[in-house]
Nanobody
Framework: QVQLVESGGGLVQAGGSLRLSCAAS????????MAWYRQAPGKQRELVAA???????NYADSVKGRFTISVDNTKNTAYLQMNSLKPEDTAVYYC?????????????WGQGTQVTVSS
């Protein structure tokens, strides 16, 4: 089995910064993609940022220039550095991983971490 453990959420004032971490552990051959999604109350889950093997990344327009995703492949850990936070960034942030185990790829989700930005 594979587990994703997130950390780093919390309460911050507008304009502040937070760094989220997501560590994947278990029987992993390799990680193809790691990403962060978020879901605000009453809204659908949306992609925030994704990083694929080969170092390509993509971001939601709403976070471009403020958030940075990075992956430490030696630790199977993804990070989301969030700067210049806004109240509209308030949401539960979920880590996602597309993982190669023996024979095939699987998708996994973390339990979510709350990020609250006060105005």
């Amino acid at each position: 089995q594979v587990q994703l453990v997130e950390s780093g959420g919390g309460l911050v004032q507008a304009g502040g910064s937070l760094r989220l971490s997501c560590a994947a552990s278990g029987s992993i051959v390799s990680v193809n993609t790691m990403a962060w999604y978020r879901q605000a109350p009453g809204k659908q889950r949306e992609l925030v940022a994704a990083a694929r093997s080969g170092s390509s990344t993509n971001y939601a327009d709403s976070v471009k220039g403020r958030f940075t995703i990075s992956v430490d492949n030696t630790k199977n850990t993804a990070y989301l550095q969030m700067n210049s936070l806004k109240p509209e960034d308030t949401a539960v942030y979920y880590c996602y991983a597309h993982v190669l185990r023996v024979g095939r790829y699987y998708d996994y989700w973390g339990q979510g971490t709350q990020v609250t930005v006060s105005s």
